[in-house]
RNA sequence: GGGCGGAUAGCUCAGAUGGGAGAGCGCAGCCCUUACAAGGCUGAGGUCACAGGUUCGAUCCCUGUUCCGCCUACCA
């Protein structure tokens, strides 16, 4: 579902673009999601009772290529199923040779720049998928769990110092309990040793200003190779700590860990040491406490903090670049609330481990050369970078080469993704033409992973930014707000909702839903109500065709009338807002623009109007014309919306003039249109009359089939001329017979009465026999103006409103309020008048 | 621990720069009016989470509170 929002989102814009003259590039591709995708294959090899070492590195990826053949054409058929208007022919994958290349190239310029190293430090390891992952990768999450207070006895015999952790199996690689240098409790004891229990070592007490005296009792266990804080203290010491690893790869317990514990899983052995220390009658208490672990974010196992040799970039120095560039506005984040996200992460920016322990992804490209036969050669540590991969050592002509195991994180590729795809490091044409490029359409689940690095890269090689804007879509949600995810088997299939309710129903839906910077909570109902707005623009143009007469398409035969004058200019109204909406990204106010013409002003109003016309055929004038003109152009701004419908209607209807290309695609998207007041004005007045009656009928419960003679007086001669004038429009739309119009008409005994603010409506309804339901609905209307009267009254004697609030404001609520207090005059006389009629 | 966002109709959500709140669905009433009953017309329904403050005026701005959600972090 998130890229099928995503993909809508970018298609609604590229097909605006494209139709409003702009040459438009939008590529499409996949990366090739390294540990997520081996993990897939290692399952299925797993079925069969086979490990991918088993079968070796080549024939591992061999298989995987395979399994990306077969399905993973599946996101890019998703896209195509959704209208994607993408330009297929430059297709990219993030291993094909050239990314590859570009990958090769960066990796080497950064080494030789040395903002690219190999450290042997702690790092996120997941012994699920065997890998290192970055602090992104890692995703924290709060359990409940023990606190446990365990004793350790001075070796000298004097006592015991009680330390607490929640990992008691790691006690087994501490080498140091460690106390503030400032707690009073602890005063003098650094130095002394203790025995570490269930082990045969003895090791110091040191002092540390990190250490916390208010948690716990104040002095840690420091466990230097499964603990990033206990890490950082066992480094400062000097001579630093020793590092004793007890948990392997693939969490279990190494030969460190002792005898009884070696090979154990790492929480087998928790409740183990418990037991034994409990024996031992070292355990002073167990507290419960919350506390956050951190988990693999492709298979969700806890990760361990593992001490390994790993590659890394220094990205400070890129970070810095990256900022810059959005405090200068160089890049716009929309919604622009996301800059504090980013700004806030950049500027804390740690080292981004690049080395991943798998197989599926872009080998690191370096070897290590096995002899090291010269001086230069050892100096090197035998490392050799190359973008080539190369047959002897450069330094002393080995040629016992072996490459590195390891693969890059998928992210260093897709960080390269707006310049690789274009053919870097070749300076192409399409590098010239499209970087950088206009702008990018994403999640802001991936703002880290994804765009920072695009930014940092893209300003490092290409020296300018990737993308002008960033724009940054809602997440989308089940119906309760959590996150989709095929382990809580909430995830909606969007094939599914195509199927069932047509693509361009739910690309409409998507569209509605993308209110900036919010969650989507994803609700069907929704795409089953835009199947039947597909349906009533489907019934709207049968209609229209099934009218349709040889000759009158090219032109309006005479002068429009007022509902086609009217019409035209609501068009270039709503063409202007949607413009102006998708502009600023706000694409759901287009589309729900587009709605709302379509279907209560095209569909409600302007063809039952049109009907009058269509039915007389003598009296033909433009609005067939008129018809199709405007149904035109609202399926060109429909089109990014429902490239479907609208294509497939657009090819059947005819067309005027000029306006003939092969595809509604490419045709002009509607902009700069004529708007015409004057008719949106008098209109205003035929729909006031129309919706008096209509209310009145509605409430006092007039059967649509009783014709109705109906006397309108109205405030001007303005309106009298158009109401007389379009006096038709009234008896279809309103079902009345007989209209009686004229400033001086007196209101006939026992009417009805609805008044507007241009005019005065009366029904007669002496023999209808409900002038008491009439009497009823009139005296809740006056209730409700003699309530707002009383506010406004309220507000226009205040002394202080009137000294203060500016004169247009006072102006507009003091005709507001004349207008009510005349309303309520001629309502109350109304009612006078029917209480009359009754007796 | 730090930060961000949300709380508006029964439900799902819109509400640019402060001037008595809107849509879709649902609900009620009336209609098979020859494009559409997957439709038309009409209507009911809201102390805009709570408490203060700024202002002539607050759903909107400020402060605090409560309840949700998210991001981020090395409290063992």
Same mark, same amino acid.
């Given at each position: 579902m998130?890229?099928?929002?995503n993909?809508v989102?970018?298609?609604v814009l590229s097909r605006?673009k494209?139709?409003s003259?702009?040459?438009v590039l939008?590529?499409p591709?996949?990366d090739h999601a390294?540990i997520?995708?081996?993990?897939?294959?290692?399952?299925?090899?797993?079925l069969k009772?086979?490990d991918r070492?088993?079968?070796?590195r080549?024939a591992?990826?061999?298989?995987?290529?395979k399994?990306k053949a077969?399905?993973?054409?599946? #996101? #890019?058929h998703q896209?195509?199923?959704?209208g +994607?208007s993408?330009?297929?022919?430059?297709?990219?994958?993030?291993l094909?040779?050239?990314?590859?290349r570009?990958?090769?190239?960066?990796?080497?310029r950064l080494y030789?720049?040395?903002?690219?190293?190999?450290d042997?430090?702690?790092?996120?390891?997941c012994?699920r998928c065997h890998?290192?992952?970055?602090?992104?990768?890692v995703?924290?999450?709060?359990?409940?769990?023990n606190?446990?207070?365990?004793?350790?006895?001075?070796?000298?015999?004097?006592?015991?110092?009680?330390?607490?952790t929640t990992r008691?199996?790691?006690m087994l690689g501490d080498?140091?309990?460690?106390?503030n240098?400032?707690d009073?409790r602890?005063?003098?004891?650094?130095?002394?040793?203790v025995k570490?229990p269930?082990? *045969?070592?003895?090791?110091p007490l040191?002092?540390?200003?990190?250490?916390d005296p208010?948690f716990?009792t104040?002095a840690?266990?420091?466990?230097?190779?499964?603990?990033?804080?206990d890490e950082?203290?066992?480094?400062k010491q000097i001579?630093?700590?020793?590092?004793i690893?007890?948990i392997g790869a693939e969490?279990?317990?190494?030969a460190d860990?002792?005898k009884?514990?070696? @090979?154990?899983?790492r929480?087998?052995?928790?409740?183990?040491?418990l037991e034994d220390l409990?024996?031992?009658g070292l355990i002073?208490?167990?507290?419960r406490?919350?506390?956050?672990?951190g988990h693999?974010?492709?298979c969700k196992t806890?990760t361990e903090?593992?001490?390994t040799?790993?590659?890394?970039?220094?990205?400070?120095?890129? +970070?810095?670049?990256?900022?810059r560039?959005?405090k200068e506005?160089k890049?716009?984040?929309?919604p622009?609330?996301?800059e504090n996200?980013?700004?806030?992460?950049?500027e804390n920016i740690?080292?981004?481990?690049i080395?991943?322990q798998?197989?599926?992804?872009?080998?690191?490209?370096v070897?290590?050369?096995?002899?090291?036969k010269?001086?230069?050669?050892?100096?090197?540590?035998?490392?050799?970078?190359?973008?080539?991969?190369?047959?002897?050592?450069p330094?002393?002509?080995s040629l016992e080469?072996?490459?590195?195991?390891?693969?890059l994180?998928?992210w260093?590729s897709?960080?390269?993704w707006p310049?690789?795809t274009?053919?870097?490091? /070749?300076?192409?044409? /399409?590098? &010239?033409t499209?970087?950088?490029?206009s702008?990018?359409v994403?999640?802001f *689940?991936?703002?880290?992973?994804?765009? +920072?690095?695009?930014?940092?890269m893209?300003?490092k090689?290409m020296g /300018?930014?990737?993308?002008?804007?960033?724009?940054i879509?809602a997440?989308?949600?089940?119906i309760r707000?959590?996150?989709?995810?095929?382990?809580? @088997?909430n995830?909606?299939?969007?094939?599914?909702m195509?199927?069932?309710?047509?693509?361009?129903?739910?690309r409409?839906?998507?569209?509605?839903?993308?209110?900036?910077?919010r969650?989507?909570?994803?609700?069907?109902?929704?795409?089953?109500?835009?199947?039947h707005?597909?349906n &009533?623009?489907w019934?709207?143009t049968?209609?229209?065709?099934?009218n349709?007469?040889e000759g009158?398409?090219k032109s309006?035969k005479?002068?429009?009338?007022?509902?086609?004058?009217w019409?035209?200019?609501?068009?270039?109204?709503?063409?202007d807002?949607?413009?102006?909406?998708?502009g *600023?990204?706000?694409?759901?106010?287009a589309?729900?623009?587009?709605?709302q013409f379509i279907?209560?002003?095209?569909?409600?109003?302007?063809i039952?109007?049109?009907k009058?016309?269509?039915?007389?055929?003598e009296?033909r004038t433009?609005?067939i014309?008129?018809?199709l003109y405007t149904? *035109?152009?609202?399926?060109k701004?429909l089109?990014p919306?429902?490239?479907?419908? !609208?294509?497939?209607?657009?090819q059947?209807i005819p067309h +005027?003039g000029?306006?003939?290309?092969e595809s509604i695609m490419?045709?002009?998207?509607?902009a700069?249109?004529?708007r015409d007041?004057?008719?949106?004005?008098d209109?205003?007045?035929?729909?006031e009359?129309v919706?008096?009656?209509r !209310?009145i009928?509605g409430e006092?419960?007039?059967p649509?089939?009783l014709?109705?003679?109906?006397s309108?007086?109205?405030?001007?001669?303005?309106?009298? &001329?158009?109401?007389?004038k379009?006096?038709?429009?009234?008896r279809?739309l309103?079902?009345?017979d007989?209209?009686n119009i004229g400033?001086?008409?007196?209101?006939p005994?026992?009417s009805? !009465?609805y008044v507007k603010?241009?005019?005065?409506?009366? #029904?007669p309804?002496?023999d209808?026999?409900?002038?008491?339901m009439?009497?009823?609905?009139l005296?809740?209307e006056?209730a409700?103006?003699?309530?707002s009267i009383?506010?406004l009254?309220?507000?226009?004697?205040? &002394?202080?409103f009137?000294?203060?609030a500016?004169?247009e404001?006072?102006?507009?609520e003091?005709s507001?309020?004349e207008e009510?207090?005349?309303k309520?005059?001629?309502?109350m006389v109304?009612?006078k008048?029917?209480?009359?009629?009754?007796v």
């Amino acid at each position: 579902m998130g890229h099928a929002l995503n993909t809508v989102l970018q298609d609604v814009l590229s097909r605006w673009k494209r139709m409003s003259g702009y040459s438009v590039l939008w590529l499409p591709g996949t990366d090739h999601a390294g540990i997520a995708t081996q993990n897939v294959v290692e399952k299925e090899l797993a079925l069969k009772g086979l490990d991918r070492h088993k079968l070796g590195r080549d024939a591992f990826i061999a298989l995987v290529w395979k399994w990306k053949a077969e399905y993973g054409g599946k #996101i #890019i058929h998703q896209l195509k199923r959704l209208g +994607a208007s993408c330009d297929w022919s430059r297709e990219r994958f993030t291993l094909d040779e050239g990314l590859s290349r570009a990958v090769k190239e960066v990796f080497v310029r950064l080494y030789e720049e040395g903002l690219i190293y190999k450290d042997n430090r702690l790092i996120n390891w997941c012994p699920r998928c065997h890998t290192a992952l970055s602090d992104l990768e890692v995703e924290h999450e709060e359990l409940e769990g023990n606190l446990t207070y365990i004793r350790y006895p001075f070796s000298d015999g004097s006592g015991h110092i009680t330390v607490a952790t929640t990992r008691p199996e790691t006690m087994l690689g501490d080498t140091a309990v460690a106390v503030n240098p400032h707690d009073e409790r602890y005063k003098g004891l650094a130095g002394k040793t203790v025995k570490l229990p269930l082990t *045969d070592r003895n090791i110091p007490l040191i002092s540390d200003d990190a250490v916390d005296p208010s948690f716990g009792t104040g002095a840690v266990k420091v466990t230097p190779a499964h603990d990033f804080n206990d890490e950082a203290i066992a480094k400062k010491q000097i001579p630093p700590l020793e590092f004793i690893s007890v948990i392997g790869a693939e969490g279990r317990m190494t030969a460190d860990a002792g005898k009884r514990y070696a @090979g154990l899983d790492r929480y087998e052995c928790r409740r183990l040491v418990l037991e034994d220390l409990t024996e031992l009658g070292l355990i002073e208490k167990e507290e419960r406490h919350r506390y956050s672990v951190g988990h693999c974010y492709r298979c969700k196992t806890i990760t361990e903090p593992l001490s390994t040799p790993q590659w890394y970039v220094n990205v400070k120095p890129l +970070a810095e670049e990256a900022i810059r560039v959005v405090k200068e506005g160089k890049i716009r984040f929309i919604p622009g609330t996301w800059e504090n996200t980013y700004f806030s992460w950049m500027e804390n920016i740690k080292d981004w481990c690049i080395s991943r322990q798998i197989w599926w992804g872009h080998r690191i490209p370096v070897w290590y050369c096995r002899e090291m036969k010269t001086e230069q050669c050892r100096a090197q540590k035998g490392v050799i970078v190359s973008r080539e991969t190369p047959r002897k050592c450069p330094f002393c002509e080995s040629l016992e080469l072996v490459q590195d195991e390891d693969v890059l994180d998928t992210w260093f590729s897709s960080a390269l993704w707006p310049f690789s795809t274009l053919g870097w490091p /070749d300076q192409t044409d /399409d590098l &010239k033409t499209f970087y950088p490029t206009s702008v990018l359409v994403t999640a802001f *689940d991936i703002i880290f992973f994804w765009v +920072a690095r695009m930014i940092m890269m893209g300003l490092k090689f290409m020296g /300018d930014v990737p993308f002008r804007d960033v724009y940054i879509h809602a997440l989308i949600r089940d119906i309760r707000g959590q996150k989709m995810s095929k382990s809580k @088997g909430n995830v909606v299939d969007p094939l599914i909702m195509m199927d069932r309710y047509g693509t361009d129903a739910f690309r409409f839906t998507l569209a509605a839903f993308a209110a900036q910077g919010r969650d989507i909570k994803f609700s069907e109902e929704r795409v089953e109500g835009y199947r039947h707005f597909v349906n &009533k623009i489907w019934n709207a143009t049968r209609f229209i065709m099934m009218n349709l007469k040889e000759g009158e398409v090219k032109s309006p035969k005479n002068e429009l009338d007022l509902a086609s004058r009217w019409i035209m200019s609501r068009l270039a109204l709503t063409a202007d807002d949607v413009n102006e909406a998708l502009g *600023d990204y706000r694409v759901n106010d287009a589309a729900s623009s587009i709605y709302q013409f379509i279907w209560h002003e095209f569909c409600d109003w302007y063809i039952e109007m049109a009907k009058d016309e269509l039915e007389n055929p003598e009296s033909r004038t433009g609005a067939i014309w008129c018809l199709l003109y405007t149904l *035109d152009k609202t399926l060109k701004m429909l089109h990014p919306f429902m490239p479907f419908i !609208t294509e497939e209607i657009w090819q059947r209807i005819p067309h +005027a003039g000029s306006d003939i290309k092969e595809s509604i695609m490419i045709s002009d998207f509607p902009a700069s249109l004529q708007r015409d007041y004057e008719a949106e004005e008098d209109m205003s007045c035929i729909m006031e009359a129309v919706t008096g009656i209509r !209310t009145i009928r509605g409430e006092l419960n007039i059967p649509p089939s009783l014709k109705l003679n109906v006397s309108i007086k109205p405030f001007s001669d303005k309106t009298e &001329k158009i109401l007389k004038k379009n006096v038709h429009y009234l008896r279809r739309l309103a079902r009345v017979d007989m209209v009686n119009i004229g400033m001086d008409i007196k209101k006939p005994e026992g009417s009805a !009465t609805y008044v507007k603010s241009s005019l005065e409506i009366y #029904i007669p309804i002496k023999d209808l026999l409900n002038i008491e339901m009439e009497i009823k609905r009139l005296e809740k209307e006056e209730a409700d103006l003699e309530e707002s009267i009383t506010f406004l009254n309220r507000k226009l004697t205040n &002394k202080d409103f009137l000294d203060r609030a500016p004169e247009e404001v006072i102006e507009k609520e003091r005709s507001r309020y004349e207008e009510l207090v005349q309303k309520k005059e001629k309502i109350m006389v109304s009612i006078k008048r029917l209480k009359e009629a009754e007796v």
